[in-house]
């Protein structure tokens, strides 16, 4: 009634009731359906495009990993396609040790089934993997070759953007 039907919004999950929400924003004039790829899968899938040039949801080859560094993602229980990515997580943990550590706020499914579980403060997971990344560079721990190869803007500028990120930063 305002003219202004771009106010209503709806934002669904993974639901299957497009169709019928796109009705009803017609009827009232509103472009606005949102979903939950904008701040999901969509950043995972251009993350691996620029990292990977694949824009495949799962990406992780779990079977032949090691050790499994897992900021907050809870695939042990609410993960696209997460029955096949702990399966391979189990399979790597059982076949060959892998280890899984986990940065989560709280203790969900997956922190519990973790080998270590870190609690940082909400919001601070970013500042610790920054941290991290100091400390594999300034200890020159990190595959020189894949960095050369694949890695943008380069060494230099990756060691520059990080140089202020210390642990004593992220603490």
């Not at 039907?5 to 999950?13: D, K, L, R, T, Y």
């Not at 032949?64 to 997580?89: K, M, T």
Request: net charge negative; hydrophobic share 40%; charged share 25%.
């Amino acid at each position: 009634d305002a003219g202004h039907p771009e106010w209503v919004a709806i934002h669904q999950g993974r639901s299957r009731y497009e169709a019928e929400f796109n009705r009803f924003l017609d009827a009232i004039g509103s472009p606005v359906l949102l979903n939950h790829r904008a701040i999901c899968s969509s950043n995972k899938r251009a993350a691996n495009y620029v990292s990977l040039g694949d824009t495949d949801w799962e990406s992780i080859d779990a079977e032949r990993c090691r050790y499994f560094l897992n900021f907050g993602a809870n695939f042990y229980e609410a993960h696209q396609g997460g029955l096949h990515l702990v399966r391979r997580v189990i399979k790597a943990r059982f076949d060959h040790g892998a280890k899984l550590v986990t940065f989560d706020v709280r203790m969900s499914n997956t922190a519990g089934r973790s080998d270590e579980w870190f609690q940082p403060f909400p919001g601070t997971e970013g500042a610790i993997a920054l941290a991290m990344a100091h400390v594999i560079l300034r200890e020159n721990l990190h595959d020189k070759r894949f960095m050369a190869d694949f890695v943008q803007p380069g060494e230099a500028q990756l060691r520059a953007w990080l140089a202020p990120c210390t642990p004593e930063w992220a603490q």
